[in-house]
């Protein structure tokens, strides 16, 4: 059952900065790792950050090392990636995906399959360009 709610996402220029959110309709998100992916046309879905239920643990792609950065806010149920230094190559449709802790640490490819993710939300677009 779908219950995230991506927001966030509009058309910027390169070297902007954007941040998305993501939320849940249902359920708190506190007990779930998050992770981001993202899709452009006709090309797969591939994962963007993730950060553990605690944020004690952040995970990112090579190609948005230094400039993304997840984070969460517990009070607000939400989860941030604070896009900057924005590229045409980050334009994608960016989708937020949630599995349960457990109570487990997981590994950065753990996070990084698409199949471990038992929610997602419906996404929002970013667009980069000139």
């Known amino acids: 059952q779908e219950h995230l709610i991506e927001s966030g996402g509009g058309l910027v220029h390169p070297g902007d900065s954007l941040r998305i959110s993501c939320t849940s309709s249902?359920?708190?998100?506190?007990?779930?790792?998050i992770g981001w992916f993202r899709q452009a046309p006709g090309k797969e879905r591939d994962f963007v950050a993730g950060?553990?239920?605690?944020?004690?643990?952040?995970h990112y792609a090579d190609s948005v090392k230094g400039r993304f950065s997840i984070s969460r806010d517990y009070a607000k149920n939400t989860i941030y990636l604070q896009m900057n230094n924005l590229k045409p190559e980050d334009t994608a449709i960016y989708y937020c995906?949630?599995?349960?802790?457990?109570?487990?640490?997981?590994?950065?490819?753990?996070?990084?399959?698409?199949?471990?993710?038992?929610?997602w939300g419906q996404g929002t677009q970013v667009t980069v360009s000139s």
């Open positions: 995906g949630a599995f349960d802790a457990n109570g487990l640490v997981y590994s950065t490819s753990y996070y990084q399959y698409y199949g471990s993710y038992e929610h």
């Open positions: 249902g359920p708190t998100l506190s007990h779930s790792n």
């Open positions: 950060i553990s239920h605690n944020a004690a643990y952040t």
